[in-house]
């Protein structure tokens, strides 16, 4: 089979729509009630430049020019330079036909003319099941890095009793853009989420945030048609946040909803504040979000406290995920 990969242009709208028609029927295959982004958020996503990141996109065609696949390879800019994110697809009806091979050598391309040294994907499905993506990513020399579990919450049928919160902190919550006073606090939350979580074997570093990275890590999500709501508690002593987390959805699916980041700084916990945390967003965003139905969340395997939380709250496992390393 001869098969062609083009970098996508910015602009080539019926392109894009093919690549995300295929990339929307793998994951229906490969899924249990997990939808891919809606089409509309794909535009909006395509047509701006994410913060902090570069991000190419490759159009696999068949040789009479059908569109059948396609790869996303995003590049961090800020930290973990070193570092290609990638995610590779080829609609079901096409595969093991060496598709997805000539897609990965196209980013491997792609990844090395970034300077970037290896590769980083995530591969999913239904429990107890080896997804397609893990024999893939194994054939080409990958090693899995990173177990993950994809748990589900009902969230209206979900009894969200509020926990009270613990004394000596209080709790605050925004929709969209926090305040500019937040924005400090929130920079260093994220330097910690981005190593004070389990990351496996992946050799994640420390990511670089500051104010301004912070604000458009909100502002950016939202000129893409998500509604993100927030909680935060902060230390009523020193004046500082000290854990937050944010839950997102799309205004153009908004029956499905994500849980994104959730921390407690490590001087703060054993208090309960996770599950303040938790609870109080989750609450705060079925007001906000009332077509919501369901809320998706990803946790390392081995992360204990947090899948306690989520157990206790009501979410359920679905999916097992890996994050792979791909060598270049
Ligand atoms: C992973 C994916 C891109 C592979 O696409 P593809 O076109 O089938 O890939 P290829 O035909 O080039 O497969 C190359 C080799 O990978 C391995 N492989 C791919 N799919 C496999 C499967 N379902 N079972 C076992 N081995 C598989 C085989 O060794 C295969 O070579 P072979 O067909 O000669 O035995 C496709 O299954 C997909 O879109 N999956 C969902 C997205 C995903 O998980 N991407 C992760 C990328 S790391």
């Given at each position: 089979m001869t098969w062609r990969v083009d970098r996508w242009q910015r602009g080539d709208e019926p392109s894009l729509r093919a690549w995300f028609d295929a990339r929307d029927s793998a994951f229906r295959h490969d899924h249990r009630g997990l939808p891919d982004d809606p089409w509309e958020e794909v535009r909006l996503v395509a047509s701006t430049d994410r913060p902090a990141t570069a991000t190419e996109r490759l159009v696999l065609r068949t040789e009479s020019g059908d569109v059948v696949?396609?790869?996303?390879?995003?590049?961090?800019?800020?930290?973990?330079?070193?570092?290609?994110?990638v995610d590779v697809f080829v609609a079901?009806?096409?595969?093991?036909?060496?598709g997805g091979t000539a897609l990965l050598g196209a980013v491997r391309e792609v990844a090395r003319g970034h300077g970037r040294t290896r590769l980083v994907a995530e591969v999913g499905g239904p429990l107890g099941e080896e997804p397609p993506g893990a024999a893939f990513a194994r054939a080409h020399g990958g090693s899995a890095a990173l177990a993950e579990v994809r748990r589900v919450l009902d969230l209206q049928g979900a009894q969200l009793d509020p926990p009270p919160v613990p004394g000596g902190y209080e709790a605050l919550g925004w929709t969209g853009t926090p305040d500019d006073a937040l924005l400090e606090d929130l920079a260093r939350l994220r330097v910690a989420m981005s190593v004070d979580v389990p990351m496996g074997d992946l050799d994640w570093k420390p990511e670089r945030w500051d104010?301004?990275?912070?604000?458009?890590?909100?502002?950016?999500?939202?000129?893409?048609?998500?509604?993100?709501?927030?909680?935060?508690?902060?230390h009523t002593a020193s004046g500082r946040l000290v854990g937050w987390t944010d839950l997102a959805a799309s205004r153009f699916t908004p029956e499905h909803a994500y849980q994104w980041d959730l921390l407690v700084d490590r001087d703060h916990r054993g208090h309960g504040l996770g599950l303040v945390l938790k609870v109080l967003n989750l609450r705060r965003f079925r007001e906000a979000c009332p077509g919501s139905r369901c809320v998706h969340t990803w946790n390392a395997a081995v992360n204990r406290h947090m899948i306690a939380i989520n157990e206790a709250v009501g979410f359920r496992p679905l999916e097992e995920w890996e994050e792979w390393l791909l060598p270049l």
């Open positions: 696949g396609g790869a996303q390879v995003d590049l961090p800019l800020e930290d973990n330079e070193d570092v290609a994110e079901p009806p096409h595969r093991r036909r060496g104010a301004g990275r912070t604000r458009a890590s909100y502002e950016w999500p939202h000129e893409c048609g998500r509604t993100v709501v927030s909680t935060a508690v902060r």
